[in-house]
């Protein structure tokens, strides 16, 4: 078995560096690259509060074949997408050699599509309720295909791979002149997964996140717009998907921002509306909760503050002692990196 420890040492030596762009899927290639050879990679962000695809990054991945395995990831014709990574029994996955089921057999005829041969995917969870993303890497069909000794090196990387995507979503961007505030705007979707028409408001925040701000991928924008529509598409027919709320870092586009849509009939064939806004208060809450770590009763203290409660009241509707809830504020202090409650507050809406 190959000695996985050199690229878990490198994962974790960049836990909390500030990458641009596709920069974060360059690294993680250039670390697994000397242990599993792959020609291209992708590796995919989810909000881990509902598993919704929320950021996400490409080497060398053809952005041709991403759209088309999009399609085949929310109409039901891919058996390891991630909509499903909290449904899956196992954590790794290998297409484009078994070709037994409908499935199987679509993914195989879409990466053979687009000249690819194999793809191996990892699954970054925490048990099989906590999703982070996707890890996807890629072998042209000339080179010798995945198995199952590549699938068990790569998913010796899981724990360091969530501890970047954790650093990444917790790290600040750099500096840069502050953000005016936007108000909700909303783009409509028709049928035909077209854009039918864009509020003003949409068009300030689209402006506003546009890869030539130099922090997004530039495959971003029609990416991610097709990501949720499609998302909210399998959401109406399948309410155990995860729903259709994307949150982005404040890293990945230089401000939080949280992109849901719903679908406008109950087929989920019709027109969806997206609405982009500002990610804060109890939106950005069970993110900003499982990025930092903080237990259960520990959110419940953030939640309670944020209302504008007394810390008198809210040990004494929490059931616990004042000390108790102080202990829990002095917990999350130091797992958020602020000093006090203002600033706590100021964090979660700025």
Not at 53 to 66: E, I, K, M, Q, R
Not at 155 to 170: C, W
Request: hydrophobic letters at 40%.
């Amino acid at each position: 078995m190959r000695d996985m420890s050199r690229p878990a040492h490198c994962l974790r030596g960049a836990v909390g560096e500030r990458f641009v762009q596709d920069e974060l899927a360059e690294l993680v290639s250039r670390v697994i690259g000397p242990r599993i050879a792959h020609d291209a990679l992708r590796l995919f962000g989810t909000n881990p509060a509902t598993g919704a695809v929320s950021y996400g990054f490409l080497h060398g991945f053809p952005a041709t074949l991403l759209d088309a395995q999009l399609t085949d990831f929310y109409g039901g014709g891919d058996p390891f997408g991630p909509a499903d990574i909290t449904r899956l029994p196992t954590s790794t996955g290998i297409l484009g050699v078994d070709h037994s089921g409908a499935r199987h057999r679509q993914a195989t005829r879409t990466l053979h599509a687009h000249g690819a041969g194999s793809e191996l995917r990892l699954m970054l969870r925490e048990g099989l309720t906590r999703p982070w993303g996707l890890l996807a890497l890629l072998r042209e069909k000339s080179t010798r295909p995945f198995d199952q000794d590549d699938a068990r090196q790569l998913s010796q990387l899981t724990e360091p791979l969530i501890a970047l995507l954790r650093g990444y979503a917790t790290t600040s961007p750099a500096p840069r002149a502050p953000s005016r505030f936007l108000p909700p705007g909303v783009v409509l979707v028709g049928s035909d997964d077209q854009v039918r028409s864009i509020s003003a408001q949409a068009r300030a925040w689209l402006e506003q996140i546009h890869p030539e701000q130099g922090l997004a991928p530039r495959w971003m924008p029609e990416v991610s717009m097709r990501e949720i529509v499609l998302a909210a598409r399998r959401h109406t027919l399948d309410p155990g998907a995860p729903p259709a709320l994307a949150l982005s870092p404040a890293a990945f586009l230089g401000r939080r921002i949280a992109v849901h849509a719903q679908c406008l009939d109950e087929s989920g064939q019709g027109e969806v509306a997206v609405v982009l806004q500002e990610a804060t208060g109890a939106l950005l809450l069970p993110a900003y909760a499982a990025w930092h770590s903080l237990t259960v009763r520990e959110t419940e203290a953030v939640e309670r503050l944020c209302s504008g409660a007394t810390p008198q009241q809210i040990a004494r509707l929490m059931g616990v002692s004042l000390h108790t809830f102080n202990g829990h504020l002095k917990n999350v202090f130091r797992k958020t990196g602020v000093s006090g409650r203002d600033e706590l507050i100021a964090s979660l809406n700025y």
